[in-house]
C-alpha cells in the first residue's frame, strides 16, 4: 500500500492520481480566473469567472470529502447529496447564465 493509500484508505492510486490532477488543473484556473476578475468588470464575464471558481470549490470539497474530512449524515434531495448536487451543477448554471448574457448583448 503506497503512503498516500495509506493516509486516505477509500482512495485507489488510480484515484489518488485523478484527484491530484483535477486539483492542479482547477487550481490553474481559478488562479487564472482570478486574474481576469481584476480587469473585467462586464457581466458575463464575471459569471464565467463564477462559474470556473465554483468549479474549484467542487473539486476542492470532492477531494475533502474522499480525505473524510466531510464524514456523517448529509441533507438528501430524491438520494442524492445535496452538497454534490450543488457542487456539480453551480458551474454549469453559472455558464448558462453566462452565455445568455453573452448572447442579449447589443453590438
Do not use: H, K, Q
Request: aromatic share 14%.
Amino acid at each position: 500500500m503506497s503512503g498516500f493509500a495509506s493516509f486516505a484508505p477509500a482512495l485507489t492510486d488510480g484515484l489518488a492520481i485523478e484527484f491530484l490532477v483535477r486539483l492542479a488543473l482547477a487550481s490553474l484556473a481559478s488562479f487564472l480566473a482570478i486574474i481576469l476578475w481584476t480587469r473585467t468588470r462586464d457581466p458575463a464575464w464575471m459569471l464565467m469567472i463564477l462559474g470556473t471558481l465554483a468549479s474549484y470549490v467542487g473539486v476542492l470539497y470532492r477531494v475533502l470529502r474522499a480525505f473524510g474530512f466531510f464524514a456523517g449524515s448529509e441533507l438528501r434531495v430524491f438520494g442524492a447529496s445535496l452538497p454534490i448536487l450543488v457542487s456539480d451543477n453551480l458551474p454549469v448554471l453559472c455558464f448558462i447564465v453566462a452565455f445568455f448574457v453573452f448572447l442579449r448583448r447589443d453590438r
